[in-house]
Structure formats: structure tokens, C-alpha cells
């Protein structure tokens, strides 16, 4: 069995969005077993008993506003702390959140740890591509001031999660830059390529330009967590920009309403497409064992896929390998 | 008369669209006079008389693939450094070229040079926002690596061109940043969102995230120009993406092309809405004269709306306006 824990408290449409989760997971998922972390009276209401299914209250709720690092380290009774420290302790396999990601960061890192090797732990989410597939984006926030030696090992990262977890054979590593061509790029990104072309370890096909990350000819994009914020952000604000100023559009003559009605499966499917929620999760790739952030505004479908994530991140071993893949890529001197 | 230079070498559609743009601005603008630049034989198939266009030829070309610094330091009889070098010997007022990025910056830093306390110029093109106005990005791909001290002068150059040329009152200027409270950022964000702060002569709105830039609450933002290289081509990339994907999807039932060729003024008014065509270049700030790049795509309406910006740019006296903004700001230790 695997032992997952589930923040209750996390995320926009907790605890019912997250407990609904849990049960459609448990549905589904037969070698899983799941503990709801939260506080009582938030979780009873939603709660009805299942064989695999228990539960663990805490008092402390960690808030989105609050100095994630502060609260960690204060708030040891919040639903993140002590998920965290189930998953240390071994009590558990994988923590899920769809709480605030500077806690599941800084929760992740301070808790249980890096993997030996690991300079810095990254948050990887999972971006869907123009040509239907799937881009892990690495690193998305966890750091915003980077080492060129951190970008290397998060290529390294990104590419054992997308062919272990995903199943993507040999999967195809670039570097987010400012130009495709090698001599480009600021100080960091000059000196990331270096180091990712002479990596052994994984298939670095080159630098991409915003414009083709989610071409379809990438499975993973290495950036800062600066860069990668920026531009998962961008095309956010931008995909709900267009969207709107679409509607706004077609809503202005009669004729283009009758079209957008005739349209809507269309719209329907597209919009499914690029949902988010149906990605599940992001990774925090780095520490000694799973959590996975799923999106703040997860439903219980986002969850029931972010749980998905997580047992396959326990089935398929990724601390391991990782640990593994890093051992032998160990310089002493870039270590800290 | 002001006076226009104009590079008939550059960009995707030369010399044919940019010849028939000069045309286009001749004709809507009485106070401007046009010297084409470029090869003979590629000006003159498309070239008749008229009263304030003149011709001025070249006989080298550079290339979107050179180096652009070696190309400007080598091909002096190149319609770029030509074009330039009439703008440094006051021949004439502007220099509107759609080639290539890199030399229009190199040949505007290193020919024209900088205005005196101006420590980078940066490329700032403008972008279309969800509520119909326009947001100036500074800078998109001048600066790489940058100091806090570039992104002061960024917001300076950026606030002074908006009110001036394009006519905005107390243009609000923002920080592209991971998050919008004050204590987020890189290292260089959080230096430069404390001087930006306590910069008096602009109104400091704060920072922005990736999806609030276009929004239409700010008309400027600041940005290193790996930062912005990356948004701008993202949300370029993300737009194709998304219409690609569209259309796909409309294809996919006799129903939805139905809806879709209904629908289909609707989507032209978005098009054109988001065409950066219809806002003409990038003016390149900070240097002791006008240029405006053009994108490499522009057609002849582009160039004529780029020929319209350096027309008000001259009008309004940006250059004179930015050095004597830049004057007050200088303290001699950030001087280079």
C-alpha cells in the first residue's frame, strides 16, 4: 500500500474540493491509502468513513499571505507541517497540497531535506504543448536567484520525473533563453548551456525561445525560478486575456453569437486542452520524498490527478534514481 | 522638415513592403522628408519620384544571422550603419529600420551612442493590453544581464517616452516580477524595485506578475532584457498556439465550421487587436538620437506607423527631454 497524506486545509475550494478528491481517488486508485490532515471541524462536514481512508487533526492553518518560512517554522501544528513530517518520519509515502507553494517549498526543503547532492530542490509543474503533449517546466519559483550548477541538476531532475514518472523515452531537454543559437543568452544561461551539453545523462537538444517551449519539440524547459514564474504566469494572464477579449469580440454582433454558439463544443474542447486542472500536479523534485503542489484553485479532479502523480512517483522510485543519477554527477566542489 | 532615414534592406518583406510603407507615410504625414537606404538594384524596381523622398545607396547588407557587432564594426557601407551615421552627423533626425535586432541596437549604441548619464539604452516595444490601451516594455532584449541601476533608468526612459509620444498622463510603471508584494523578487528585483520607489520623477505603481502586465493598470514595464525577451516571445508563441489550436478545434464538426465562419469578423477584430503591426516599433532609448526598429515582419502600414513614432518622437523632443530627466537622476558613482 501507499501511504499518502492529503491537506485538507490547502487551496481555494478546501476542505470540500480536497476531500472529494480523496474519495475519487480512492475509487480509482486500489494500492493507496490516504490520511487527511486538517482541522476537525473543517474536515467532518465532508467526511464519511472509508475502509483506506483516515484521519489526522491539527489546530494551526498556514495562510497564503503568511512568510512561508516564518510558518513553517512556527506553525508546527498546521495541516503542511505535519503532512511534511509524516512523509520524514516514513509514517508516509507522499505529502499532496494544494496549499500556498512558498510553504510546500519551503516545508519540503526545511523538513525532510535535500537528496544528498541536490543543491537546491525545484518546483516542476506540468504545462500541456501545442502539438497535444506534455512540458515539464523546471524550476518554477523554488529559486529566484540561480547558479548555472543548479540549472544542470534541475535538467537532470526534470528528465529522470518526465521518463519515470510520464514515460517519455530519452526525454528532449532545453534551456529557456533569449536565442536559440549557443552564443546566446545572459551570463547564467551562457554558462547552464555548457554544462547541460556535457551532461551524459540526458538528451539536451539546445536552447528554445519563449515562443517554442510548448512547440511540442520539448519535454523539459530548464529556467531559473525567476524565468519560469514569469513565463508560466505570462501565458496564464495571456490564455484568459485572449479568451475574454474572444468573447467580447464574438458577443458584438448577432452573427458571431450565433457562430459562438454553434462553436461551443469547440471552445469546450479547447479549453480542456489547456486546463491545467487536468495535469494534476507540480513536483517538488530534490527533497528525500514525494510532495506534490497541486494548483491553488484545484477541484477534486486536479487532486484526484495530483494523488495519481504521487503514486506513481512512489512506484516508480523517483527519490531513488535521482539520488542516484546525482551521485555520480557529483563535483565535491559545487557542492554546498 | 524632420527628417527620416529609412533602411529599405530589412525585415521579411524588403525592400518591396518597406518602399510602399515610405509611400503610405509621404502621404499622411506633410512635415517629413524620407531618404531611402539601401542596395540600388533592390531599391529601384520599386522606387517613382517624389518631392521629399530621396534615395541614398549602399552596397553591403548585413545579415540577420551575423554578428552584430562585427557586422556594424565591418560593413560600414551597410544601409544600417549608413542610416545610423546620418542620424550622428545630423543629416537626419531618425533612423527606422525593420533588420535585424541586434544590429540596430549594437549600431545605435556604438554609432549614435548613448545620451550622457544614460547608462543602457534598452529596446522598448509596445504591446497591446486587455483593456484596447498599450503597455511600453523596457527592455526586450537590449541588456541580458543587468544592474538595478539599468532598470531605474528603464522606468525613467520608458515613463518619459510614454507621456511624451504617446500621450499618456503620469504613465503607472511597474516591476515584472515573481509576485506582487514588495519583498518578493530576485536579488536584482528587489534592489530595483527600492530605487524605482524612490524615484520621484515617475509614478511607481509597484510590482507585476507575468499575468497582471497586460492587464491595462500599468503602461510601463520595467525588466531586465532577458526577462523581457522571454515574455514578449512567450505570449507571441502562446497567441499562435492558442489560435493554432483553435482552429483545430472549430475543423473538427461541420457544426463548429459553420459557427466558425460566422464567427469570423469577430475573430478578425481580435487579430487585428492584437497585431503589433497596427503599433508600429520599438523605439531604441537612451541614445543621443531616434531609432525605431520595426519588427522583421512588418508590412508597409507597419512601416509607415513606425515612421509616424519617430515623427512624434522627434515632434516631442524625447531625446532632449530623457538627458535632461537623466540629468537630475545622476550620481556619479553609478556614472560608467
Known sequence: MIKIVLDAMGGDNAPKAIIEGAYLALEEM?????????????????????????????TEVIEMAES???????????????????????EADAFVTAGSTGAAIAGGTLLIRRIKGIQRPALAPMLPTRTGGQLLLIDCGANVDCKSSFLKQFGIMGSIYMERVMG????????????????????????????????????????AEGRDVLSGDFDVAVC???VGNVFMKSIEGFAAMLMGMLKDSLMSSWKSKLGAILSKKAFAAL??????????GSPLL????CVIKSHGSSDAKTIKN????????????????????????????EEE
Not at 494500492?31 to 481512508?53: C, D, K, Q, S
Not at 530534490?286 to 520524498?289: A, L, R, T
Not at 527519490?319 to 566542489?333: M, N
Request: with cysteine; aromatic share 6%; proline share 4%.
Open 30 to 58: 486500489d494500492e493507496i491509502e490516504i490520511t487527511l490532515v486538517g482541522n476537525e471541524e473543517a474536515i467532518m462536514p465532508f467526511y464519511h468513513e472509508h475502509p483506506r481512508l483516515s484521519l489526522k487533526f491539527t
Open 68 to 90: 512561508p518560512v516564518r510558518a513553517i517554522q512556527k506553525k508546527k501544528d498546521s495541516s503542511i507541517v505535519v503532512g511534511m513530517n509524516m512523509v520524514k518520519n516514513k
Open 168 to 207: 517519455i523515452k530519452n526525454p528532449r531537454v532545453c534551456l529557456i533563453n533569449n536565442g536559440a543559437e549557443e552564443e546566446k543568452g545572459n551570463a547564467l544561461t551562457k554558462e547552464a548551456y555548457q554544462l547541460l551539453k556535457n551532461t551524459d545523462c540526458i538528451n539536451f537538444t539546445g536552447n
Open 224 to 226: 531559473d525560478g525567476f
Open 271 to 280: 479549453k480542456k486542452k489547456m486546463d491545467y486542472t487536468e495535469y494534476g
Open 286 to 289: 530534490g527533497i528525500n520524498g
Open 306 to 333: 495530483s494523488i495519481r502523480q504521487a503514486e506513481l512517483f512512489i512506484k516508480r522510485d523517483v527519490v531513488r534514481v535521482i539520488s542516484e543519477g546525482i551521485a555520480v554527477q557529483i563535483d565535491p566542489e
